[in-house]
Nanobody, 125 residues
Framework: QLQASGGGLVQAGDSLRLSCAASGRTITTYTMGWFRQAPGKEREFVASHRWSGDSIYSAYYTDSVQGRFTISRDNAKNTVYLQMNSLKPEDTAVYYC?????????????????WGQGTQVTVSS
């Protein structure tokens, strides 16, 4: 089970950190991802974090958040984070975390078998 939190209402340029706490299984070797869905739009990929072996992870981002968002995890807490800096009004959406027991880049929703509930992020101009 995945539980997302940390959303809120912020102004453009502000920062937020989303958290996704996993329970029921250890996510150490899981591919974890963040997706978002804006009103009237399809759910889209934001970032993913793939286990590459040992303690090595690879991060992937959609172009629009590259350099502003950072995905990371704390395996001791079984939690994945999405640090969002320099937020823009176009980042407004419901953000969802997702998990997959397979090692993959994870840009597609079908790559993931587990989903958390969404957390609303609203960025005002």
């Amino acid at each position: 089970q995945l539980q997302a939190s940390g959303g809120g209402l912020v102004q453009a340029g502000d920062s937020l950190r989303l958290s996704c706490a996993a329970s029921g299984r250890t996510i150490t070797t899981y591919t974890m991802g963040w997706f978002r869905q804006a009103p009237g739009k399809e759910r889209e990929f934001v970032a993913s974090h793939r286990w590459s072996g040992d303690s090595i992870y690879s991060a992937y981002y959609t172009d629009s958040v590259q350099g502003r968002f950072t995905i990371s995890r704390d395996n001791a807490k079984n939690t994945v984070y999405l640090q969002m800096n320099s937020l823009k009004p176009e980042d407004t959406a419901v953000y969802y975390c997702a998990g997959s027991r397979f090692s993959r880049v994870g840009r597609d929703q079908t790559d993931f078998g587990s989903w958390g509930q969404g957390t609303q992020v609203t960025v005002s101009s």
